[in-house]
């Protein structure tokens, strides 16, 4: 996916999370309400950030 911010376009990394749809848990407006299970969720980077010149963890 292309994003824009401030006039720089970057790619975003698509991850493919499988979500296995569980039980009924309630309903709203008519509509069964299923609770969502996801499978094999991929690690995230931890990001290295700099604040005024300190480096954060």
Do not use: S
């Amino acid at each position: 996916m292309e994003l824009h911010y401030r006039g720089a376009a970057y790619e975003t990394p698509v991850n493919q999370v499988e979500v296995i749809e569980g039980e009924v848990i309630g309903q709203y407006r008519g509509a069964a309400l299923k609770r969502h299970e996801f499978r094999n969720i991929p690690a995230q980077p931890h990001p290295r950030m700099k604040y005024r010149g300190a480096w954060v963890k």
